[in-house]
């Protein structure tokens, strides 16, 4: 079945520093990849997602970019911030199809940005 | 406009009890989500609703359900709880489906089994 691993687990940097998450999805079929923020005791939220059709995607400090060879897609953190400190979710799904487009999620990322 | 409302937010059961959940969606949204979360899991995938009919289903025994309302308003149970069954569970709402936009998710019940 379809599945998304997502490394590292856990990640420390220090404030100004860039992250770096990845992902790799199982399901070749896949062409939606979301990426949600979910800081501590809140529901998670969007915050950039890319379709197949394109290599990278980016917004403000914040990038994505896709492999669809090797099945991978990662997210990119520039100039990170205490802000940004939170549990990072990838997740990949088949956009086309509505009955088998599972949005399937990742293990999460802990993110901590140390000042 | 309202977010995504989920009841209650938390509960405390014992083993071989049931408990129900419910759901809430934003306004206009067919298509209703559900996920447990656990520590070191992530979100696992349970099912969705869309326009009443469950769309998928994820990996998880039939002890398991849930169904919709022709107001999207869904609602899932748990039959027979096990420890394991322990977890926040999420639901989230989405304009034409959860393969195809953004998800709005509500805070969570927080289901403890004692």
């Known amino acids: 079945g379809e599945n998304v691993e997502q490394h590292p687990s856990t990640l420390s940097v220090q404030e100004g520093d860039s992250a770096v998450i990845k992902c790799t999805y199982s399901d070749s079929a896949s062409n939606y990849f979301p990426w949600y923020k979910q800081e501590l005791g809140k529901r998670p939220q969007l915050i950039i997602d890319i379709r197949s059709n394109v290599g990278e995607k980016k917004d403000q400090r914040i990038a994505v970019t896709l492999n669809k060879t090797a099945k991978h897609f990662s997210l990119h953190i520039t100039e990170t911030q205490p802000e940004d400190s939170a549990v990072y979710f990838c997740a990949a799904s088949n956009q086309g199809s509505s009955n088998t487009g599972k949005l399937i999620f990742g293990q999460g990322t802990t993110l901590q940005v140390k000042p | 406009k309202a977010g995504v409302t989920q009841t209650p937010r938390y509960l405390i059961k014992t083993r071989g009890q049931q408990v129900t959940l419910s759901c809430s969606p934003i306004?206009?949204?067919?298509?209703v989500s559900w996920y447990q979360q656990t520590p070191g899991q992530g979100l696992q995938f349970l099912f969705e609703?869309?326009?009443?009919?469950?769309?998928n289903k994820g990996n998880f025994p039939g002890r398991f359900s849930g169904r919709q309302f022709s107001n999207s308003r869904s609602e899932m149970n748990v039959s027979t709880l096990e420890l394991g069954d322990s977890a926040l569970y999420l639901c989230?709402?989405?304009?034409?489906?959860?393969?195809?936009?953004?998800?709005?998710f509500g805070e969570g019940s927080r289901l403890t089994v004692l």
């Open positions: 609703y869309f326009s009443e009919t469950q769309r």
């Open positions: 989230a709402s989405s304009l034409r489906g959860a393969n195809t936009g953004e998800l709005f």
């Open positions: 306004s206009g949204h067919r298509s």
